[in-house]
């Protein structure tokens, strides 16, 4: 009998509207794409495919959700986590053009998809970026004025009195109000996802890892008790991928971030520490980021470990953040407290490609994971389906290994943190 994988303890898992367990992969089954990973890249690709007409199957390893989808700030944030200007100047002014013309597009279908199947995920609309420093508060004017360039034009600066009045704190000295962004409970947004799929005849299995790949024209998965036998695989399994795909593995690093949620607020309280009810993300190289649940708690979290895992106290690293930025509540009870990781990539871009013809994968969204896994979900069915302009448009993207190979790609990056970080400490 297979042990049943519990979620993390948090927030999320406790709140979650859908407790189902899915079966294990116990039998040999095939279908027109296999899909590894049930996070918000299977699950969205697993959608797009299913209402193109295939026949899908998703792989997960633990539970839906148990890994960054399910763990994760929440927030919708636009563009990716190295922005198109990034882009342009790296890749040339033609691939600047194609990925910023996509820059908007995933937080766009992940509300479509609230409104087409009817999703309880507590959406909010609106997002701010919070400048420290008045080099930060210039930098989100030169966002303002890239971003227009690509037609997002709902978009407010906000000087020092504005944000005051969005913010009840005195860190900040202007911000960028994106009334496009906004923040859901991510996990149920993957759970309604979930059950649209199924809806549609898609099959998800939980405790099914994926162990060994046969990497032929029709595509083998072996789990333990079972194998999937696919005209296509998609590997979507991101941080918790272990060594399952070597060469993905030497491209990226998992990170691990860290929330936490206070006790339930006064009304009145929490709504006065963000009166519009906007999530936020301060502008430092190491951010802080937070808003308000619907049952009126402070969710706020920060701070990256390079290898992946947790501090030795999630509270008392987070506790030090939140009093700094809200002096207000100060001792406040935190009744939760997880950690999760992401995956970094070298160029901070998500990586798209293929192994083979018929494998695709996609991973590495540096912190950028809630919107361009919904994009990522539309490119693959676009590309499976005949038109792979827009995913090979992200494939072309080069990618390379952490300087020092995965022993080094720690401390490496650690130092790099270390100077950006001593920059935000100084404001410049």
């Not at 406790?14 to 294990?24: A, K």
């Not at 520490?273 to 999530?279: A, D, E, K, T, Y």
């Not at 995956?343 to 809630?370: C, E, K, N």
Request: glycine share 12%; hydrophobic share 35%; charged share 20%.
């Amino acid at each position: 009998m297979t042990t049943r994988t519990e979620h993390t303890g948090s927030y999320y898992a406790d709140s979650r509207n859908d407790t189902l367990d899915r079966p294990t992969l116990n039998d040999k089954v095939e279908t027109d794409i296999c899909i590894i990973g049930a996070g918000f890249t299977g699950i969205s690709s697993a959608l797009h495919l299913a209402e193109a007409g295939f026949k899908v199957v998703v792989l997960e390893a633990a539970r839906i959700g148990f890994g960054a989808s399910g763990r994760n700030g929440g927030q919708l944030v636009n563009s990716y986590s190295r922005d198109i200007d990034v882009i342009e100047k790296n890749y040339g002014q033609d691939l600047g053009k194609a990925l910023g013309n996509m820059a908007f597009e995933g937080a766009d279908i992940i509300r479509q998809r609230i409104k087409k199947y009817n999703i309880d995920c507590n959406y909010q609309a609106g997002g701010i970026f919070a400048a420290i420093t008045n080099r930060q508060l210039h930098e989100l004017k030169q966002q303002q004025q890239l971003w227009q360039r690509y037609g997002h034009d709902d978009l407010h600066l906000l000087d020092k009195n504005e944000i005051g009045e969005h913010i009840a704190s005195e860190r900040y000295v202007g911000g960028l109000l994106d009334n496009r962004g906004g923040h859901i409970h991510p996990l149920n947004l993957l759970l309604g996802e979930v059950k649209a799929f199924e809806t549609l005849g898609g099959k998800v299995y939980e405790d099914s890892a994926a162990i060994r790949i046969e990497r032929q024209p029709q595509p083998i998965v072996h789990t333990a008790n079972g194998q999937v036998k696919a005209k296509y695989l998609l590997i979507a399994g991101n941080a918790y991928m272990a060594n399952l795909v070597p060469e993905l593995a030497a491209k990226s690093m998992p990170c691990g971030t860290q929330i936490i949620t206070t006790e339930v607020l006064d009304e009145s309280i929490a709504n006065s520490l963000i009166p519009g009810g906007q999530c936020v993300e301060d502008c430092n190289y190491k951010l802080d980021y937070y808003r308000l649940t619907q049952d009126h708690r402070l969710l706020y979290g920060g701070g990256v470990t390079y290898g992946g895992g947790d501090p030795a106290s999630i509270e008392r690293f987070i506790r030090n953040h939140l009093e700094q930025t809200f002096p207000q509540l100060k001792g406040v009870k935190f009744d939760y407290a997880w950690g999760g990781d992401f995956l970094l990539t070298m160029s901070r871009l998500p990586q798209f490609g293929r192994l083979t013809d018929h494998i695709y994968y996609a991973q590495g969204y540096s912190g950028h994971g809630v919107t361009t896994t919904h994009l990522a979900g539309k490119l693959i069915a676009e590309a499976i389906g005949g038109h792979a302009q827009r995913f090979d448009a992200f494939a072309s993207l080069k990618h390379f290994p952490f300087p020092g190979g995965r022993l080094f790609r720690v401390p490496y990056t650690m130092m790099g943190a270390v100077y950006y970080g001593l920059r935000d400490k100084l404001g410049i």
